[in-house]
């Protein structure tokens, strides 16, 4: 009789060992070597080497044991339901600036959980604060050697980071981070930026601090507090945003930083948030001063990146041969973003709607659900982007009108929202929104784009090119979905 013991498998990846055993979602691996697995660090361990039996217990309830030779690095091909295979750990810190505690009441719950599990730095890259693990459990995180861990430290002094994160544990950092790096893990370091708490003198002596743990040390990026207008409804420190001449010292310490870094390791480490430039009215550097853009997911480089991907993107278009021309697929396309990217949406779709010859606009939205000091995309409701397209298309139009009139011309107005702004592997947006409820209520066909420059070349080419979007199906590594009324 099956029971609900050991590891639920959720999938299995095609040409795996797992493939080649006939395991199947709905079985479960019970122990390794006759002993339950623990999380999937202990997971991860004990399928690294060559020989190993695996217990499972397929979904009828038959155990079956399989004993099995592979190369030390080959993994087993399994994905669990719960990809961390023991209970995540959660946050206990109350830092002042934490995102969450701002959010407003009545929102979906799953929005409002805070996780602080280092298991999730090295799965799911994560930013962890390391308040709540012991020595044991640091020693274990050292002995099983998962590298990189990603670190939220803040500060490193250890008054100035107590009080930011309002936790008695948080003054312990360095010790912990001198252990890891002493290991050789790799450290990626993250600072929110807090006027009045972490910067000036304390930033100074944060950026110190972490050059010591060279050679371990791969990069730190310094991101903005992000403010939303609920703070003072739910009785949260008074805190301000990054000004523009903040900003403007940040960009100069980072450049400062950067050059003794690149005495010291050969990289630059340092990184600010493209914020800081933008709110400063400084320029980007430019793509390569990134290197290899270790910090990316934190907004460090995502402009220098996008220009630099469009340059060459349009260069290549320009190169391709000309087709006849032709009626394009859309008399207008919309490019979806916040107010942080505004500019540079608007500049790449004056430069993509040239070369292509297509009518393309960017729709820049202000944030009017969490306040208009969040400027970046991935934060916008989708009823602050159905404002603004109503807006832009001249009010609300009765939806059978606009059936009306995209049935006549054949050719209506396509709206692009990049996928960063819903909930992952849906078309939910942060308010519960759906791609379809936009479209709808829009009635404009709604598409869902990776931010990237070149996925945006590629959609924009195929609107403009009815032959190569005949069955109106857009390359599916630039388009995920598509929703028309």
Known sequence: MATDQGQLIAAVQADSIATELELV???????????????????????????????????DGELLLFDIEKDEDEDLGLDFANPMLDDCRNCHNRCVFCFIDQLPA???????????????????????????????EL??????????????VHATDPAVRRRMMRNRNAGDLMPALRRIAAAGIRINAQIVLVPGYNDGEALEQTLSDLAALLPALQSIAVVPV?????????????????????????????GEWQQRFLQLAGSRIFYAADEFYLKAGADLPPAEEYEDFPQLENGVGMV???????????AALERAPKTAAQTASAS???????????????????????????????LTVSNRFFGETITVAGLLTGQDILAAMQERLKGPAALQERREALAATQAGTIVLIPECMLRAGTDCFLDDLTIPDLALRSGCEIRIVRPEAGALIEILACLADPLANADTNISSSAVNETAEI
Do not use: C, H, W
């Open 25 to 59: 979602p709905g079985d479960r691996l019970l122990a390794i070597d006759n002993v339950p697995v623990s999380d999937v660090f202990d997971y991860r361990t004990r399928t690294s080497v060559e020989e190993l039996v695996l217990t499972v217990q397929k979904a």
């Open 106 to 136: 009545g929102m979906r719950s799953s929005l409002y959980l805070k996780d602080d599990d280092l298991r999730l730095s090295f799965l799911t890259g994560n930013y962890v604060t390391l308040t709540n693990i012991t020595d044991v």
């Open 139 to 152: 020693d274990r995180i050292i002995e099983y050697r998962f590298s990189p861990l990603n670190i939220s």
């Open 226 to 254: 992000g403010i939303t207008r609920y703070r003072e409804e739910n009785d949260l420190p008074e805190l301000r945003p990054v000004s523009p001449a903040e900003a403007q010292a940040v960009v100069n310490l980072t």
């Open 304 to 314: 220098s990146l996008f220009r630099q991907e469009l340059a060459d993107g349009l």
């Open 332 to 362: 207008r396309v919309l490019l979806v973003t916040g107010t942080a990217a505004g500019p540079l949406l608007s500049e790449a779709a004056e430069r993509i709607g040239a070369v292509v010859n297509l009518n393309v606009e960017a």
